[in-house]
């Protein structure tokens, strides 16, 4: 939405002071298909299928560090750096971490974890886990028993947690089966009772109990296809569209993405699902791109649900590090799941095998405008001369969607004119449901743990924490975290017919320990500043972390789920940088113990005063369900924004030219 010329003077000046070579290579893009396939044949060398059981858990790009990429970028050095990948393969029943270097085609380091946990589960171990069932006469019998058609169930592999087990447990999960025989949504048709366990090494059921017999709850309404469903019917609004008939203000060459004044690198992981890295603003008034963000993404996703029940009290999800939120994205649906104006881009992750698997369509690219004021003002002190100045927001979203078995998240990170990134997450999809005697309300005299949303139906309560990890480096890697408290202060003298007013105390966290922030109980304003630069006004030059909505944890910090989770017990938190510190649950997310979690780093109490530092913040959201999320949950959002906060020298749109 920037007029033509505008755009081609700023990516000029792009080039001078961003110095992005010419050709589409960026150290940290991901690993491409044929990286795949030859970090494949180098591990399968060395691990022969005839001598070694292997499968690749994780393939990703061991990125390189902060200094090799950022004097990449400054054209400071003239050779790529060595692009080398993180593997994490289980080969004959124990757990490898392999980094592969492409240019030497070789291994160059290799070690077996003996730690506690276990890594990302594969697609096709769980299909494979989902298939023993129908062949197991144990779970044949009970659902004779129940009057089901053994065709008609599905099941689905369950991580399973840690609840003090002294011994290490086997690399396992649970299995629960659902009934379609009349929907395609199983999940809203749960054959209550029946627990396997199946030792996923072993590929075998090791587990099978069978407790109580609850009616599966009927088909009926539970079919959301548009095809399938029967009127009445809601009439259709009028047809909404987008038009930018001269095409699109954003420039993507290879996975760098340049907007306005925003230019960032896009990439793909099978764990973390999107990541924003190297996101810098050009700023007119310095003549020079400006670093905001290193990288960005989610960390973890821990969903833990509220029932005591002997099916359900282990369910306490880490959706990131136990299933992966990239392996989990799934294409995007032009028109509807994005704008008409959007552009699409692939990914690919590893299979178990190690090969390539592209996911076409994951991530959408589009302008948004939705009506919405940048800015405005009317200026009515004289009747005769109104003056009225409106610009209208356009931003830039990138999305992806994460389907992790029946939830489904909208991931945005919208780029806005004014220097802000705003990081939205859409909660939508299935709930998790329970199979229960009771049609009705009235019958309910226990607590069932959560709400009957349907005949024989309870939504589970439960909650959802997002951790993202965002590496701020603003206008350069040393930054100060400043905490700054707003205080009511009583006025007593008598200069002032006033009895009070308010006042900010800052504070810079100087270690990690003064760095941890519970928010809601008392207002504070949380600013990320660059203490070696200031405006010219004095101020630091910082942006602002503003969350939209605050949400902690209800769990009690003794429990083994919080234990595991104790990267939600504030919800901000600042680090030292450390290239290895990624994943806040763990990097071995499943039945992890909570020895690795961001709870624990942040203990070792390490300074953070002009540091390159890490925030990491936690949106939460306390799920009681209702019967609008029957048969499927409209769009619930939360998120926050990074916002300049004396970064620029005034307001950086006020000579944004609305396109004529
Ligand atoms: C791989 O594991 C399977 C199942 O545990 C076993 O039957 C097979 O012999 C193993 N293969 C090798 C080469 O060890
Ligand atoms: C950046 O590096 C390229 C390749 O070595 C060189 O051609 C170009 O002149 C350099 N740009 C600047 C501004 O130094
Ligand atoms: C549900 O009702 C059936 C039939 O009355 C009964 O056999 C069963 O025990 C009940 N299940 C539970 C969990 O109360
Ligand atoms: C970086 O983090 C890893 C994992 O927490 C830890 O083992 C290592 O000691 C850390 N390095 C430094 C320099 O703190
Ligand atoms: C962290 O370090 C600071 C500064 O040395 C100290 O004042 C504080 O007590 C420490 N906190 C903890 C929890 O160790
Ligand atoms: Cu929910």
């Known amino acids: 939405m920037v007029p033509a010329s505008k755009t081609i003077f700023f990516t000029l000046l792009l080039h001078i002071f961003f110095l992005i070579p010419s050709h589409q290579y960026h150290p940290l893009d991901s690993l491409t298909p044929s990286e795949f396939t030859q970090i494949q044949s180098i591990v399968t060398k060395a691990y022969p299928k005839s001598t070694y059981n292997l499968t690749f858990q994780y393939v990703g790009l061991k990125e390189p560090t902060k200094q090799t990429v950022l004097s990449w970028l400054r054209n400071e050095t003239t050779t790529n750096p060595p692009r080398q990948a993180f593997v994490v393969a289980r080969i004959d029943h124990q757990t490898h971490e392999i980094i592969v270097d492409l240019s030497l085609q070789g291994i160059t380091s290799k070690k077996t974890y003996n730690g506690y946990g276990y890594p990302l589960l594969t697609g096709e171990e769980q299909e494979d886990a989902n298939k023993l069932a129908s062949t197991y006469p144990l779970f044949v019998a009970s659902i004779s028993k129940r009057g089901l058609k053994l065709e008609e169930v599905v099941c689905g592999s369950f991580t399973v947690g840690w609840f003090g087990e002294e011994r290490k447990n086997k690399r396992i999960v649970k299995m629960m089966c659902y009934y379609l025989d009349g929907t395609l949504n199983a999940d809203m048709r749960p054959i209550e009772g029946i627990t396997m366990t199946v030792d996923l090494d072993e590929m075998k059921i090791i587990q099978f109990r069978d407790r109580i017999i609850v009616p599966v709850p009927k088909s009926d309404g539970t079919e959301y296809r548009e095809s399938k469903l029967k009127p009445p019917f809601r009439p259709s609004l009028k047809r909404t569209t987008v038009v930018q008939p001269d095409g699109p203000s954003f420039n993507i060459v290879g996975s760098q993405i340049r907007w306005a004044d925003w230019e960032f690198h896009l990439s793909f992981d099978a764990r973390a699902g999107m990541i924003i890295s190297v996101a810098s603003i050009y700023d007119p008034e310095k003549q020079q791109s400006r670093q905001v963000l290193y990288k960005g993404h989610v960390s973890e996703l821990f969903v833990p649900y509220m029932d005591l029940t002997e099916e359900w009290y282990y369910r306490s999800f880490f959706d990131v590090g136990e299933y992966g939120y990239g392996l989990s994205s799934l294409p995007l649906e032009p028109l509807r799941d994005c704008p008409p104006n959007a552009v699409f881009m692939d990914a690919y992750f590893a299979k178990n095998d190690g090969m390539p698997l592209k996911m ?284 300049p906060s004396n970064f620029f020298e005034s307001n950086p749109v006020l000579k944004v030219v609305p396109p004529s």
């Open 360 to 643: 076409p369509n994951v991530f959408c690219i589009f302008e948004r405008y939705a009506g919405d004021v940048m800015w405005r003002h009317t200026e009515a002190t004289d009747p005769e001369k109104l003056i009225r100045e409106v610009r209208p927001e356009v931003s830039l979203v990138v999305r992806t969607v994460s389907t992790v078995g029946n939830y489904d998240y909208i991931n945005d990170w919208e780029f806005k004119q004014s220097g802000s990134i705003k990081v939205t997450v859409g909660l939508t999809g299935m709930l998790e449901v329970r199979g229960t005697n009771y049609t009705h309300k009235d019958q309910i005299e226990e607590d069932v743990y959560g709400t009957l949303i349907a005949e024989n139906t309870i939504g589970v309560r439960h909650d959802h924490f997002l951790t993202y990890r965002l590496d701020l480096d603003v206008d350069g890697d040393a930054n100060s975290f400043v905490k700054s408290k707003l205080r009511t202060v009583r006025v007593n003298d008598h200069g002032s017919p006033r009895k009070s007013y308010w006042t900010v105390d800052r504070e810079t966290a100087r270690t990690e320990s003064a760095a941890r922030i519970k928010l809601g109980s008392e207002p504070v304003d949380l600013l990320f500043v660059n203490p070696n630069k200031k405006t010219k006004m004095g101020n630091l030059i910082g942006y602002r972390l503003v969350p939209y909505g605050v949400v902690g944890p209800l769990l009690s910090d003794d429990d083994y789920p919080q234990i595991r989770a104790a990267f939600t017990n504030y919800n901000a938190w600042v680090t030292a940088y450390n290239i290895s510190e990624k994943w806040a649950g763990g990097l071995y997310a499943d039945q992890s113990r909570g020895d690795d979690t961001l709870s624990v780093w942040s203990k070792r109490n390490r300074s953070i005063e002009n540091k390159d530092i890490v925030l990491w913040y936690t949106l939460g959201f306390h799920h009681v369900p209702c019967q609008e999320d029957f048969p499927v949950m409209p769009t619930f959002n939360g998120g926050f924004e990074l916002r």
